[in-house]
């Protein structure tokens, strides 16, 4: 973690893609926090504690105990938490209308469908006790075509949206594990040459070594 002062931000997460995008941001920015473990694994995400800043029952959530008017306040949705850190911090997140409106349709493509569908695939492909071919013939189609259009994407660009933003930090971790989706690089340079460029930055793997 950077050397920062300031009062730490408690990071609920697990060691899966989307757990770690928060602290891929957190170091990015240099903001102090501390990991509080949500073993996904043993149920702990069904917890009383955890359900009172995630209601969903999903990780990532954060508690910024700097927040607002300098009061305490808790946020679930990897991209609502990486929204409010890069208004936070000014960075990573353009002020800009139109930038803005670019980094915020790749987020959204990544939350909305990129994650998703890739954990299905992943799911099916990887974890499902039952082998069922229909399903896995779907996720991974799908998958296939979601790596197409970010390939397609940064065919003339080095990050989704111009410069390096939030959206790259919420798709590369599961762009990370492609082989367990079923996609190979082969037909993807664009993604692998992306992928490779933000795999090589420090704050990003601090990130994935802090869970």
Same mark, same amino acid.
Request: proline share 7%; hydrophobic share 40%.
């Given at each position: 973690?950077?050397?920062?002062?300031?009062?730490?931000? &408690?990071?609920?997460?697990?060691?899966?893609? =989307?757990?770690?995008?928060? #602290?891929?941001?957190?170091?990015?920015?240099?903001?102090?926090?501390?990991?509080? #473990?949500?073993?996904?694994?043993?149920?702990? *995400?069904?917890?009383? $504690? !955890?359900?009172?800043?995630?209601? =969903?029952?999903?990780? #990532?959530?954060?508690?910024?105990?700097?927040?607002?008017?300098?009061?305490?306040?808790?946020?679930?949705?990897?991209?609502?938490?990486?929204?409010?850190?890069?208004?936070?911090?000014?960075?990573?997140? #353009?002020? @800009?209308?139109?930038?803005?409106?670019?980094?915020?349709?790749?987020? !959204?493509? *990544?939350?909305?469908? !990129?994650?998703?569908?890739?954990?299905?695939?992943?799911?099916?492909?990887?974890?499902?006790? $039952?082998?069922?071919?229909?399903?896995? @013939?779907?996720?991974?189609?799908?998958?296939?075509?979601?790596?197409?259009?970010? &390939?397609?994407?940064?065919? $003339?660009? $080095?990050?989704?949206?111009?410069?390096?933003?939030?959206?790259?930090?919420?798709?590369?971790?599961?762009?990370?594990?492609?082989?367990?989706?079923?996609? @190979? !690089? &082969?037909?993807?340079?664009?993604?692998?040459?992306?992928?490779?460029?933000?795999?090589?930055?420090?704050?990003?793997?601090?990130?994935?070594?802090?869970?």
């Amino acid at each position: 973690m950077a050397a920062v002062t300031g009062k730490p931000i &408690d990071v609920h997460t697990w060691s899966t893609p =989307n757990g770690w995008k928060i #602290p891929i941001m957190l170091e990015e920015c240099g903001l102090p926090y501390r990991v509080v #473990p949500v073993n996904i694994g043993k149920g702990e *995400q069904t917890a009383p $504690d !955890f359900l009172a800043i995630s209601p =969903n029952n999903k990780i #990532p959530a954060i508690v910024d105990h700097d927040g607002p008017g300098g009061e305490p306040i808790s946020i679930f949705e990897s991209g609502a938490i990486l929204q409010y850190l890069g208004r936070k911090t000014g960075r990573f997140y #353009p002020t @800009e209308e139109r930038a803005r409106v670019a980094v915020d349709e790749w987020l !959204f493509w *990544q939350v909305g469908g !990129f994650g998703p569908m890739l954990g299905q695939a992943h799911h099916f492909r990887i974890y499902a006790q $039952d082998k069922i071919p229909y399903a896995i @013939e779907r996720f991974t189609a799908e998958a296939n075509r979601l790596y197409g259009v970010l &390939d397609k994407r940064l065919a $003339d660009r $080095d990050y989704l949206a111009g410069e390096y933003s939030i959206a790259d930090m919420a798709t590369l971790t599961w762009a990370k594990f492609h082989g367990k989706q079923g996609i @190979e !690089f &082969d037909a993807l340079p664009n993604v692998k040459r992306w992928l490779d460029r933000l795999l090589a930055r420090p704050g990003v793997q601090r990130g994935l070594a802090a869970i």
